[in-house]
């Protein structure tokens, strides 16, 4: 089932900050953040320029999100090396996406931007 309107907005509103290019043009020309929706998934990834083909750009997840509508909550996770997506121990889930993605931001055990 695909996101609300209202939802869409608010995953722009929370997201598009985390997106922001660098300011520093050397690092802006190399790596990129964005997101994508993908029905009810939000998924915040990194972009790299391909070491042997400068033109292409390579995404790496970072995290995604889900909302259940049977439950009217937001759910976190995060992928490991066998490059599947895991509920984020931590904090699973919540009830509005603002408290997600402030862990994301923070990061606390390293498992989204390393």
Not at 66 to 75: A, E, L
Not at 78 to 104: I, M, N, S
Request: net charge positive.
């Amino acid at each position: 089932m695909a996101l609300s309107e209202l939802q869409l907005a608010q995953v722009n509103r929370l997201l598009s900050p985390l997106c922001k290019d660098s300011p520093d043009p050397a690092v802006h020309a190399q790596l990129r953040h964005g997101y994508r929706v993908e029905g009810n998934r939000v998924i915040l990834f990194g972009s790299r320029i391909r070491w042997d083909d400068h033109s292409q750009w390579l995404e790496h997840p970072v995290a995604q999100f889900r909302y259940v509508t049977s439950i009217g909550r937001w759910r976190l996770f995060c992928q490991f090396r066998d490059l599947k997506w895991h509920g984020y121990e931590p904090l699973p889930e919540a009830p509005d996406l603002a408290t997600l993605v402030a862990e994301v931001r923070r990061d606390p055990t390293g498992i989204f931007r390393g």
